[in-house]
């Protein structure tokens, strides 16, 4: 072979598949060729060959469907690394059922020992809270705090409230709910902001539990097809671990906390942003809660509690604050909001502060993005403002969402098409754990709108469905968009990383309601197989 031979040969060759590239110039390939961890060819299988030596691995995909790595805007990665060995309720359907799980897990684990996670949803058995009542008989000598599936609200024990010092006495807190009975006695669950009073009493993670933690949850990913995350939840440490020990096989795009600002800006100032895979430069704040647990701002009340239309987790005047600040020293917004005040608010927050602080290419971002006023939806494409959505919320809530806010509210509420329509940059992602990190079913999700209790067959609001381009485009090349990453991922072509997912049927061609039941055949990480299906 000569040198010039060898350096156009390729490492690894896959060809005879359908590959759905995400480059609109090249639509679709049967193969195509990677050299280190890149792609030097997309194209026909005639194109490819001439790229193959004797040293290339050839892989004949058998007429399989590839799609650029799936990547999740959304997700607590390190939560949910610990959430696959916790407790399991987020599919128990009645209080036996959820009682029974926790008592069963109890007693596997040594007394003393934090029972976590959870994820459980009231809305399963008709919408009646847990109690500490319920658990405190099964539960002596384990404290409790198990999250509803939306993190935004969670059961804590006797147990876990005496270690916490709380009792009855306890001040109710701004930007959060402590739920008490008819006569003044605490439930145990606790809401938002109000979630702080326990949660600081959790002893940390030691470094090997959260490293066991990351491998799990990469590991899930990679089983998904999930090739890129973006972590919603700071915890550097365990990532720069990782990657000091070339253990990473998911890349990771990590978000600090809103308030830490200065903190980040010194990070990125003294060490850049990162690597192709561990990058920062993003911040994630909140605006308001969620519709689950009535905490997300509205501006009407919601219909099925007409004192109540949620609230601010953080006041107007802070969030304005840190996001200007944050804004002018080049870093990246990711707030939550979900209620149509809360998106409105944000929204004219990021129009003010572009106003402000000059026109640049900033890319804020609006997390969740679920309830939005109708006018507020041509600003996102006006403000290039991503709408970063969880399409596997809405055949959950969509089970209920109606009775919360009414028929007219969820005109738009889950609001893809709308949003596609009006040219705004909608990037996906699951909110792992609060939803699967599982891309085929957001997909499924997004053109379907199928609910999950089977009762919407035709759509939960059909007008807002969009077809398997666009839902594939919000998982890849508008996803990276969404970290600045589209140079380099998102669509397969030379030059960009060889992130990829082989599937074992065309899911632009099978019945959208058949997508849910595709599989994941095989991940690859920059050229890497980092899962395969046995």
Known sequence: MSCTQKENSADLIISNATIWTGNEEQPYAEALAVKGDTLIAVGSNADIIKYQSSTTEHIDAQGQFITPGFIDTHVHFLYGGFALSSVQLRDAQSPEEFVRRIKEFAE??????????????????????????????????????????????????????????????VKNVVGG?????????????FKDNAMDLVLKKIPPPSPIQLSKALQAAMTYAASNGVTSVHHVDGDLSTFQTALKDKTMITRIYAMLPLNQWQLLDEKVNQEGQGNKWLKIGALKGF????????????????????????????????????????????????V?????????????????????????????????????????????????????????????????????????????????????????????G??????PAVPLEGIYAAITRRTLDDKNPGGWVPDQKINIEEALKAYTINAAYASFDEKIKGSLEAGKLADFVIIDQDITKIAPEQIKNSKIKQTFVGGQSVYKKQ
């Open 430 to 435: 699951s909110d792992w754990t609060v939803a």
């Open 108 to 169: 596997s684990q040594e007394p003393g020992t934090w029972i976590l996670g959870g994820d459980w949803d009231h809305e399963n058995w008709g919408g009646e809270l847990p109690t500490k009542d319920w658990i405190d008989q099964y539960t002596p000598n384990h404290p409790v705090w198990v999250t509803r599936l939306d993190g935004h609200m969670a059961l804590a024990n006797s147990a876990a409230l005496k270690i916490a010092g709380i009792d009855n006495s």
């Open 287 to 334: 605006v308001d809660g969620s519709l689950g647990s009535h905490t997300a701002a509205f501006f009407s009340p919601y219909t099925d509690v007409p004192a109540d239309s949620g609230f601010f987790i953080t006041s107007q005047e802070q969030l304005y604050t840190w996001i200007s600040q944050a804004d002018k020293v080049g870093l990246q917004l990711a």
């Open 177 to 189: 709910t402590i739920v008490r009975d008819l006569k003044g006695n605490l439930t145990g669950i």
């Open 336 to 428: 939550h909001a979900i209620g149509d005040k809360a998106i409105n608010t944000l929204l004219n927050i990021y129009e003010q502060v572009e106003k402000e602080n000059g026109k640049r290419d900033r890319r804020f971002r609006v997390e969740h993005a679920q309830h939005i006023s109708p006018a507020d939806i041509p600003r996102f494409a006006q403000l290039n403002v991503i709408p970063s959505m969880q399409p596997y919320h809405a055949i959950d809530d969509g089970r209920w969402a109606e009775r919360t806010i009414g028929p007219e509210r969820i005109k738009t509420t889950y609001a893809f098409k709308s949003l596609f329509d009006a040219g705004a940059k909608v990037a996906f």
